[in-house]
Nanobody
Framework: QVQLVESGGGLVQPGGSLRLSCAAS????????MGWYRQAPGKQRELVAV???????NYADSAKGRFTISKVNAKNTVYLQMSSLKPEDTAVYYC?????????????WGQGTQVTVSS
């Protein structure tokens, strides 16, 4: 069984910064990619950023220049450094990972962490 555990959400003022973390644990053989998605009230879940096993990254246009995704392979952990936060960044942020275990290859989701940008 594989689990993704997120941390680092909270309340921040506009222009502030937050760093989200997501650690994968369990029977992991390899991780193809890890990423962050977000879902605001009344909206569909959308991609924020993704990083592959080789280190390639892809960002939503709304995240480019403000957010940075990174990972520590030895810890099976992905980070999202968010800067210059705006009220429109308010959402539940979900970690996502494409993981190969000893049993199969499967896509996993974390439980989500709330990010609120407000003065």
């Amino acid at each position: 069984q594989v689990q993704l555990v997120e941390s680092g959400g909270g309340l921040v003022q506009p222009g502030g910064s937050l760093r989200l973390s997501c650690a994968a644990s369990g029977s992991i053989f390899s991780i193809y990619a890890m990423g962050w998605y977000r879902q605001a009230p009344g909206k569909q879940r959308e991609l924020v950023a993704v990083i592959t096993s080789g280190g390639s990254t892809n960002y939503a246009d709304s995240a480019k220049g403000r957010f940075t995704i990174s990972k520590v392979n030895a810890k099976n952990t992905v980070y999202l450094q968010m800067s210059s936060l705006k009220p429109e960044d308010t959402a539940v942020y979900y970690c996502n990972a494409d993981i190969v275990s000893i049993v199969n290859r499967k896509n996993y989701w974390g439980q989500g962490t709330q990010v609120t940008v407000s003065s």
